[in-house]
């Protein structure tokens, strides 16, 4: 009986062991997984007070930034944070706006860069605004806020005063533009 406990308590210990190592590799797994999340992007919230000084929504009345708070979706982007990747972006979601909070951006297409900051005409941004082969990235530490066209439609049929914003922004992506639509043709 003794041996039998002496084994038992072996092989109980090996298997205690074993479920130490493996739930140790998981948690490094998982470590890894967020540390790489951490240097993209994650989720934020919005703030109402925060949003009313953001130049995009500066026109917006309360009403209607709580609309756009429950209609949106903001993102704290690192350094370096691919925002979109226009080449993977699928069709339904080409027209959906990004506009920057806070921070940098720029959009890289054939070779170029285009930097915006939240005041200037490049604070929003669409894939279906530039080259296919085009990259929205992080120039520093920043907030983004992603509409969907559907919601962007719904706001601008609500009377949102998004329209000066839009046009400065889809006449500057004309004009950076202009030279890739040349050699496309």
Known sequence: MSRFFYFACVATLALVAVAVVCDSLDRRANAQVQTSENRTMKPSTTYLHLLRKTPFFTALNDAQLRWTIDHSREWEAQIGSVIVEC????????????????????????????????????????????????????????????ITAADMHDMLSLGFAFDSHLEAGRAYYANAFAAHATQQR
């Open 87 to 146: 080449a993977t972006t699928t069709a339904e979601h080409k027209d959906d706006i990004w506009i920057l909070l806070d921070g940098g951006w720029q959009i890289e297409a054939d070779g170029r860069a285009y930097p915006a900051g939240h005041a200037d005409p490049g604070k929003w941004f669409s894939a279906d605004q530039a080259p296919n082969d085009c990259r929205l990235v992080a120039t520093e530490h920043s907030y983004v806020m992603k």
